[in-house]
Structures are given as structure tokens and as C-alpha cells.
Nanobody, 124 residues
């Protein structure tokens, strides 16, 4: 069974940057689309970005377009999410998930495997 582990979260100031990573073990990521979701306190989980298994197709939520970049390195079995110009509304727990397709409309139920999440918080 595929296992996913996120890393790279932490404290950041508004306007700052973070790079999140999603590392896979037990199985290869080669055949999976990977999505990043986030859940802010008191809010529903939302799709942030996804990338197809080949890396040839990506999608982004409107709220992060132009600021976030998703990429994958199948040789290293990892997917990254570069987050720049962070805003207060970007805080939350970020999860990576593996599924069959990267669709414009990201739905959690389309993804079969999930990591435990990594926290992104703003420092005062």
C-alpha cells in the first residue's frame, strides 16, 4: 500500500515562501496523480493543486494561481509544492494525496491514499 509523508511546513511570515514535499514509500508514485489539499481551522478541506502521473498536466485553485508551483520527480518518488507570496488565508494543514487523475475540480474522494499532513502557520 502506498504511504505518503509530507514535510516542509512550519512558521512563515506573510509574503514569505515555503516548499512542501510529499515523499512516497512502499510503492512508486509513477502511476498516480498527486494532489495537495489544505484545511484551515474551522474550514472545509479544499484542493490546492494537482499534477498528473506524467507531470504533463497541472491544476491550481484560483486562490493560489501564480503563487504556487507543483512539480514531481518520479526518480526520487517525490512531489513538491513551492509556495510563494504566502497570505494569511494560506495557513492550515496541507495534505498530499494520490489518485488516478488530476482534474480541474479537485475532490478528496477521487484520491485513494493520504499523508498525515504538515502544518503551515504564520508567525507574528
Amino acid at each position: 500500500q502506498l504511504q505518503l509523508v509530507e514535510s516542509g511546513g512550519g512558521l512563515v511570515q506573510p509574503g514569505g515562501s515555503l516548499r512542501l514535499s510529499c515523499a512516497a514509500s512502499r510503492l512508486t508514485l509513477d502511476y498516480y496523480a498527486i494532489g495537495w489539499f489544505r484545511q484551515a481551522p474551522g474550514k472545509e478541506r479544499e484542493g490546492v493543486s494537482c499534477i498528473s502521473s506524467s507531470g504533463g498536466s497541472t491544476n491550481y485553485a484560483d486562490s493560489v494561481k501564480g503563487r504556487f508551483t507543483i512539480s514531481r520527480d518520479n526518480a526520487k518518488n517525490t512531489v513538491s509544492l513551492q509556495m510563494n507570496s504566502l497570505k494569511p488565508e494560506d495557513i492550515g494543514v496541507y495534505y498530499c494525496a494520490a489518485g488516478a487523475y488530476c482534474l480541474d475540480d479537485m475532490r478528496g474522494y477521487d484520491y485513494d491514499y493520504w499523508g498525515q499532513g504538515t502544518q503551515v502557520t504564520f508567525s507574528s
